[in-house]
C-alpha cells in the first residue's frame, strides 16, 4: 500500500462581520414585521366592543289619573354582547324621571352574559301618585338603564365597559296608552 497523503482540510474563508450584521437586521425585520401583523390582526379580531342595550318595548298595565298620576310601567329590554369574551356587569341601574325628577329606581344584580349572546330582562315600577301638570294629551317620562361592567379578552385583558340608553316615553293622558316611545 502506497502512503497517500491526506490532502489539508478546507478552512472556511474568513467571515465578515458585514455579513453577520446584515444578517441580524434582515431576521429582526422579519420578526418586526410578523409581530406588527399579529398585533394588527388580534386587536382587528379580537378588540371588545362595548355591549349595546335596547328597551325594545314599553306597557302600561295600569293607569289613573286625577290631580296626581298613579301608574305601573313595564320595560323589556336586551342587551348583546358582541364580543368574543364574556360580559360581567355589576353595578347597573335602571331609573324612570318625570320632569327631571326621578319616580323610580332599581338596581340591575350582578351577572354575565356570554360571548355573542343576548340577555333578556324586564323591569317594572310601581308609580305613586305624584303630582303633574298636563300640557296637552300626552304625558312624558324618561327611562334610564345603565350598564357597568367588565369584558374579558383572551383571559388576559380587561376592558373597562360603561354604556348607557336614555329613552322617552309618551303616554296618552285619557287612557293610559304609550303613544310611542324613542331611544
Given at each position: 500500500?502506497?502512503?497517500?497523503?491526506?490532502?489539508?482540510?478546507?478552512?472556511?474563508?474568513?467571515?465578515?462581520?458585514?455579513?453577520?450584521?446584515?444578517?441580524?437586521?434582515?431576521?429582526?425585520?422579519?420578526?418586526?414585521?410578523?409581530?406588527?401583523?399579529?398585533?394588527?390582526?388580534?386587536?382587528?379580531?379580537?378588540?371588545?366592543?362595548?355591549?349595546?342595550?335596547?328597551?325594545t318595548a314599553?306597557?302600561?298595565?295600569?293607569?289613573?289619573?286625577?290631580?296626581?298620576?298613579?301608574?305601573?310601567i313595564?320595560?323589556?329590554?336586551?342587551?348583546?354582547?358582541?364580543?368574543?369574551?364574556?360580559?360581567?356587569?355589576?353595578?347597573?341601574?335602571?331609573?324612570?324621571?318625570?320632569?327631571?325628577?326621578?319616580?323610580?329606581?332599581?338596581?340591575?344584580?350582578?351577572?354575565?352574559?356570554?360571548a355573542?349572546?343576548?340577555?333578556?330582562?324586564a323591569?317594572?315600577?310601581?308609580?305613586?301618585?305624584?303630582?303633574?301638570?298636563?300640557?296637552?294629551?300626552?304625558?312624558?317620562?324618561e327611562?334610564?338603564?345603565?350598564?357597568?361592567?367588565?369584558?374579558?379578552?383572551?383571559?388576559?385583558?380587561?376592558?373597562?365597559?360603561?354604556?348607557?340608553?336614555?329613552?322617552?316615553?309618551?303616554?296618552?293622558?285619557?287612557?293610559?296608552?304609550?303613544?310611542?316611545?324613542?331611544?
Amino acid at each position: 500500500m502506497a502512503n497517500r497523503k491526506k490532502p489539508p482540510p478546507l478552512s472556511p474563508p474568513p467571515s465578515s462581520g458585514r455579513t453577520n450584521l446584515a444578517s441580524c437586521i434582515v431576521a429582526t425585520t422579519f420578526l418586526t414585521f410578523i409581530t406588527i401583523i399579529l398585533l394588527i390582526i388580534f386587536f382587528t379580531l379580537l378588540n371588545p366592543h362595548n355591549p349595546t342595550i335596547t328597551i325594545t318595548a314599553v306597557q302600561l298595565p295600569s293607569f289613573t289619573i286625577n290631580t296626581t298620576v298613579t301608574f305601573t310601567i313595564s320595560h323589556y329590554i336586551t342587551v348583546t354582547n358582541p364580543n368574543h369574551g364574556k360580559f360581567t356587569h355589576y353595578s347597573s341601574s335602571l331609573q324612570l324621571l318625570y320632569a327631571g325628577n326621578q319616580m323610580g329606581f332599581m338596581f340591575v344584580p350582578s351577572g354575565e352574559i356570554e360571548a355573542r349572546r343576548t340577555e333578556y330582562m324586564a323591569a317594572t315600577f310601581s308609580v305613586e301618585g305624584f303630582p303633574v301638570v298636563v300640557v296637552g294629551p300626552s304625558l312624558e317620562v324618561e327611562v334610564r338603564m345603565e350598564m357597568v361592567g367588565r369584558v374579558k379578552v383572551m383571559r388576559l385583558f380587561t376592558n373597562h365597559v360603561d354604556v348607557r340608553v336614555e329613552c322617552r316615553v309618551a303616554i296618552d293622558v285619557n287612557d293610559g296608552s304609550v303613544l310611542g316611545f324613542r331611544c
